[in-house]
């Protein structure tokens, strides 16, 4: 593609980006001039570069308290939210209990998560767990709990006789897109806890480590700064590939519906 | 085999806010073999009911519905249904949808036989279309084939011209019938429209709303292709509107 062609179709999207970027390094650097206050967006970059090799090993660490606590939450959540979902007394009985560890932030669970689990990347990833495990099951009751009866009950004379047939073949494939996005959701607000679950010292890798441990110990802002995008760029492009690969293949389906 | 279905002092009362509403008060009725009945009544009366009753998927509190000498207890595949409702699985594309019942009872050359039936409903080529790219009335085209594919003995009819136009309907009461007379199914057939029940029916069952009771079972005894506007058909028509405004 043409840059000019580029240009204009992401003009909307890149001038307002690029101003900001301008403004960051004119103010940073000519207004400012404090490096600790706010480093420029240049010396930032830079630091991206210069920190390269740490960068790499952190970022799989990040990953894998990250792939520990999602892994964990959608195991649990999954199979909790279908009984909720599908079985009114179950959710009566349950619910409760879920709404009052809810509201509880990741972050207070840290001390146990040290008592109970130990200083290492279990105790990283139950933080994250605890901050993806209730958007996934609320999602998810929800959708097993919303399947119209009409649907069910077409299951049921065409065959699906008892519950483990019905929730297999009509209430699963139903909740599927609430379960996804339930996913997604849980997915940010795992991501979100991943610089509080290392900064207590459960390794000595991590993004969150070395942003809160060792760079903001030391004051190097522009190291800061550097890991900040970095967080927030992984979580994009996570994003983006559950997007893709997920929700886009799997609900072709729902286009009649959502889009 | 004969597949004949008894009514017995039918009766379903239903839990409301003062005491008890009686949705349906003895019902009797003999359906033949091969019949095509259509129900009329007005709205509320208690038509969606008997079916769900019949169809297992709710339960008489008194009376008993028979099938082939064996009570009715909950649903099976013998019993097909086709839904006031779109009931097609969003998820599903037509062929899979068709294809759903055969696959559950674990039949063998499911896609072939599914290809006869959405053939059957004349939607050849649409195979692989999701149900939100349908219409209306092509959705509930699926809907009977997917409930024929099983072979039921029976099919259980709510209303399902009830939201398309009337060209589309007209052409597929046409369809529907040339299906009974290919595949002999029992037919039984809810309609709110006169219209509709005498261009279909062997025998109409005109029911009275608040409690649901049987008014009255009428023989149509007119020839088939009949013709929608024929004085007979007319005067069964207008008797059949008696019927219904001397008892709202
Ligand atoms: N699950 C239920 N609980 C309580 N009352 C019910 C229930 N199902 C149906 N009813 C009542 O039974 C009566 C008959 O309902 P039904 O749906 O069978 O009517 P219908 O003849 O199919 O009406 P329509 O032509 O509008 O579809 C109504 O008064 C309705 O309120
Ligand atoms: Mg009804």
């Known amino acids: 593609m043409k840059l000019t062609a580029v240009i204009r179709e992401n003009g909307l999207a890149l001038l307002p980006l690029i101003l900001v970027l301008l403004l960051w390094e004119v103010t940073a650097g000519y207004v400012i001039k404090n490096s600790l206050f706010l480093p420029r967006f240049s010396a930032v970059i830079a630091s991206i570069y210069t920190l390269r090799n740490l960068l790499v090993p952190d970022l799989l660490t990040s990953l894998y308290h990250f792939g520990i606590g999602l892994t964990l939450a959608f195991a649990l959540a999954l199979p909790l939210a279908i009984v909720m979902g599908w079985f009114r007394p179950v959710f009566r009985a349950v619910d409760p209990i879920i709404e009052i560890l809810r509201p509880i932030p990741p972050l207070a669970w840290i001390p146990l998560a040290i008592v109970w689990i130990g200083l290492n990347d279990y105790a990283a990833g139950f933080i994250i767990f605890i901050g993806a495990f209730f958007p996934i099951l609320i999602d998810s009751y929800s959708g097993f709990r919303d399947v119209p009866r009409v649907l069910v009950e077409t299951g049921m004379v065409l065959g699906c006789i008892g519950h483990k047939k019905l929730i297999r073949h009509v209430a699963l494939p139903y909740a599927l897109p609430a379960i996804a996005t339930g996913t997604r959701v849980g997915m940010g607000v795992g991501w979100m806890c991943v610089v509080a679950a290392e900064m207590f010292g459960v390794g000595n890798s991590g993004l969150g480590y070395r942003l809160f441990q060792k760079f903001y110990f030391l004051h190097q802002m522009d190291y800061v700064i550097a890991y900040m995008l970095v967080l927030g760029l992984l979580a994009l492009v996570l994003d983006r590939m559950f997007r893709y690969f997920v929700e886009e293949r799997l609900f072709r389906w729902k286009r009649g519906i959502v889009k | ?248």
């Open chain 2, 1 to 248: 085999m004969d597949h004949q279905l008894i009514l017995r002092n039918v009766t379903r009362t239903y839990d409301a806010e003062n005491g008890s509403r009686e949705a349906l008060e003895d019902i009797n009725l003999e359906v033949k073999p091969s019949e095509f009945l259509c129900i009329v009544g007005p709205s509320g009366c208690g038509k969606t009911t008997l079916l769900r009753m019949i169809a297992g998927l709710d339960y008489p509190t008194s009376g008993e519905i028979i099938l082939d000498g064996t009570p009715v207890e909950g649903p099976s595949p013998d019993r097909g249904m086709v839904f006031q409702e779109f009931s097609l699985f969003p998820w599903r594309t037509v062929l899979k949808n068709v294809e759903f019942g055969l696959k559950i009872q674990g039949k063998r050359d499911i896609k072939r036989t599914a290809e006869r039936y959405i053939e059957l409903v004349g939607l050849t080529g649409f195979e692989h279309s999701f149900p939100f790219q349908l219409s209306g009335g092509m959705k509930q085209r699926v809907a009977i084939a997917r409930a024929l594919a099983t072979e039921p003995a029976i099919l259980l009819m709510d209303e399902p011209f009830g939201s398309v136009d009337a060209q589309t309907r007209n052409l597929l009461q046409e369809e529907l019938l040339e299906i009974w007379k290919r595949t002999k199914k029992t037919i039984l057939f809810v309609t709110h429209s006169v219209d509709e029940a005498v261009y279909l029916a062997d025998r109409v069952v005109v029911m009275s709303s608040r409690p649901g009771r049987i008014l009255e079972v009428l023989a149509v005894d007119i020839e088939r292709p009949r013709k929608r506007t024929s004085g007979e058909v007319n005067a069964l028509r207008e008797q059949l509107l008696m019927l219904l405004g001397s008892h709202q």
